[in-house]
């Protein structure tokens, strides 16, 4: 995997922690948004659709901080928008590293030659680089020619000043197995870390609903992916759980935990994850693990979740599962995931609503055909 044994070390012991505390639900990594705007309007992105003033807010270093301090979670993701642009990211990447947290800077890499020097190679700081797929794809995915090169460019810089960089990859309907593990493949010779890959999450918000996958599309492409890198003999590296990359391969019934990945953004403590934006907000992070209802939402709950499968629902789950099951963890570790059997048993999707704000029975839920194919 793509993790350094150190990052694992370190959230291994947090984790630790938080079970000798018997603290059911628990951070592994903050989503911090501190802003929504971007120099790119791609497909399948929700998160660009605000107004002007709202596009125009920036999240001070101050609450920025005092953000990572209260959740306490041991990994930052900073995403956005585009973070590059907001002037003060030095110092509130120079804040969380200050604190020893490990923090992901995620960029699609189009400011980051211009911007580097205002950042110093750490252990606790890597690069997210939005890749979507090889040149065409990617340019396609980002509504603009070109960035493909620019971000390669800046992997290759980055690199060569020694810092920590992974690429950020996430799959839309009319993927090319081929050519997704030829990317993959590519990718390893950049030097960077590892892939964190996952299925697009279907915005309401998104300018395109066409680009989406269902669950079992979804599952389908990746086991297909897999086959080929191990048909290749390729050594991809994923910066994710083995565990989660068995759910991708439809190996594990999973529901999500959205408390693992909390979002703090220039509106204040998203509930109840990074995916759903229309939910409310809390004051604090301590108001939002406990207002959220969090019994109101996942698949066969909501139907807003009915079809996600993104890392930041799944991957805690997968690393619970990991702590109650480490054979089963090590044997996928060591072997990769399941391609050829049968899938896992899906949760039934929800395609009615909360009706008088009580969740439906799950017995009472109906099934649909989950691609809507």
């Not at 995997?1 to 903050?30: A, H």
């Not at 309401?204 to 680009?211: K, L, N, S, W």
């Not at 989406?212 to 599309?217: D, E, T, V």
Request: glycine share 8%; hydrophobic share 35%.
């Amino acid at each position: 995997m793509g993790i350094p044994l150190v990052q694992s070390y370190r959230i291994g012991r947090y984790i630790l922690e938080q079970k000798l505390k018997r603290n059911k639900r628990y951070p592994l990594v903050l989503m911090l948004e501190p802003l929504f705007q971007c120099n790119l309007a791609c497909a399948g992105c929700g998160k660009i659709d605000y107004s002007a003033d709202i596009l125009r807010k920036r999240m001070s270093v101050e609450d920025a901080l005092a953000a990572v301090d209260e959740c306490g979670a041991p990994v930052v993701s900073i995403p956005g928008g585009e973070p590059l642009i907001h002037k003060e990211m030095p110092q509130i990447v120079k804040g969380i590293v200050e604190r020893k947290k490990f923090v992901y800077l995620c960029t699609n890499a189009l400011l980051l030659e211009q911007k580097i020097h205002d950042y110093e190679p750490s252990p606790y700081l890597t690069f997210s680089i939005h890749l979507d797929g090889n040149r065409d794809r990617h340019d396609e995915s980002v509504c603009r020619d070109g960035v493909f090169d620019k971000a390669i460019a800046a992997i290759k810089k980055a690199r060569q000043l020694g810092f920590r960089v992974t690429a950020n990859c996430t799959l839309y309907a009319g993927e090319d197995p081929d050519d997704v593990a030829d990317f993959f493949d590519y990718g390893m010779t950049l030097g960077i870390e590892g892939m964190m890959v996952s299925p697009g999450y279907s915005y309401e918000h998104a300018p395109r609903q066409d680009v989406f996958m269902g669950r079992r599309k979804s599952k389908t492409l990746f086991r297909e992916i897999f086959k080929r890198g191990r048909l290749r003999g390729s050594k991809w590296r994923f910066n994710q759980s083995s565990l989660f990359m068995d759910f991708l391969a439809g190996n594990q019934t999973f529901q999500c935990t959205p408390w693992a990945n909390p979002t703090y953004n220039v509106f204040g403590w998203q509930k109840p994850c990074y995916l759903l934006v229309d939910e409310g907000y809390a004051d604090s992070f301590e108001e939002l693990m406990a207002t959220t209802e969090w019994d109101r939402y996942g698949t066969g709950v909501n139907p807003k979740c009915d079809n996600c499968m993104a890392h930041c629902g799944y991957e805690g789950t997968a690393v619970e599962q990991m702590i109650a099951n480490p054979l089963q963890a090590l044997r996928v570790f060591v072997f990769g995931p399941d391609l050829d059997g049968e899938m896992a048993p899906e949760l039934p999707v929800l395609h009615g609503g909360l009706a008088d704000g009580v969740a439906i029975p799950i017995d009472h839920i109906g099934t649909i055909d989950r691609d809507g194919d």
